[in-house]
Nanobody
Framework: QVPLVESGGGLVQAGGSLRLSCGTSERTSLQYAMGWFRQAPGKEREFVAG????????LYLDSVKDRFTVSRDRAKNTMYLQMTGLKPEDTAVYYCAATLNTNIYPPRESTDYASWGQGTQVTVSS
């Protein structure tokens, strides 16, 4: 497990943008996959986006793939989620996660991730 710290959440109007960051103080192995999940009140945690540390392959939730972009800066051991065109239904606590994974693409299931951040609130007003 690696310690993860998210930042960048906040309150934004519909149509606005936010960028979330997820950093670790430890060097991230090239075998890592990292992901963003979110959980709205009364709903289950869902996969939003993920990225493989080595090759940069990404996966997205269908409802965000044209609006959100996941990226990583290997030199800074940091993953980002650039969110544009935000909608009220994007309101949730966003979590970053990491796991050792040798697949070509990052996993989508939360149970496949071993390390989690504390979460950051994103609120989109209509």
């Amino acid at each position: 497990q690696v310690p993860l710290v998210e930042s960048g959440g906040g309150l934004v109007q519909a149509g606005g943008s936010l960028r979330l960051s997820c950093g670790t103080s430890e060097r991230t192995s090239l075998q890592y996959a990292m992901g963003w999940f979110r959980q709205a009140p009364g709903k289950e945690r869902e996969f939003v986006a993920g990225i493989k540390w080595r090759n940069g392959n990404t996966l997205y939730l269908d409802s965000v793939k044209d609006r959100f972009t996941v990226s990583r800066d290997r030199a800074k051991n940091t993953m980002y989620l650039q969110m544009t065109g935000l909608k009220p239904e994007d309101t949730a606590v966003y979590y970053c996660a990491a796991t050792l994974n040798t697949n070509i693409y990052p996993p989508r299931e939360s149970t496949d991730y071993a390390s989690w951040g504390q979460g950051t609130q994103v609120t989109v007003s209509s």
